[in-house]
């Protein structure tokens, strides 16, 4: 059974920074697609990041490139997102997802089939 748990969640100030983890068991995270998903209230699930099985390639939507970073360690079976230039539109429940799309990766919820519970990122002064 694929299993993700987030951590690394957590307030802290505009222009913080903030490191997420995916943790992933029962399964070998390298051979899916990752992706890492973020939730307002009130708003619907929008894609931020997410990295491909096959080259380990990244895609990041617009607003969010240069400012985040996604990366996979396989020794540890964890993906993590690197979050920098915090601003409190970024405040929103961070979730990890996995899909079985091996060559490439797309921001779409419906492309992942097992998400983890996600963690809370507040941004404020």
């Known amino acids: 059974q694929l299993q993700l748990v987030e951590s690394g969640g957590g307030l802290v100030q505009p222009g913080g920074s903030l490191r997420l983890s995916c943790a992933a068991s029962?399964?070998?995270?390298?051979?899916?697609?990752i992706g890492w998903f973020r939730q307002a209230p009130g708003k619907e699930r929008e894609g931020v990041s997410c990295?491909?099985?096959?080259?380990?390639?990244?895609l990041y939507p617009k607003s969010m490139a240069g400012r985040f970073t996604i990366s996979r360690d396989s020794t540890k079976n964890t993906v993590y997102l690197q979050m920098n230039s915090l601003k409190p539109e970024d405040t929103a429940v961070y979730y990890c997802?996995?899909?079985?799309?091996?060559?490439?990766?797309?921001?779409?919820?419906?492309?992942?089939?097992?998400w983890g519970q996600g963690t809370q990122v507040t941004v404020s002064s």
């Open positions: 029962g399964f070998t995270l390298e051979y899916y697609a």
């Open positions: 997802a996995a899909s079985p799309l091996i060559d490439f990766c797309v921001l779409s919820p419906s492309s992942f089939v097992s």
């Open positions: 990295i491909s099985s096959r080259d380990g390639s990244s």
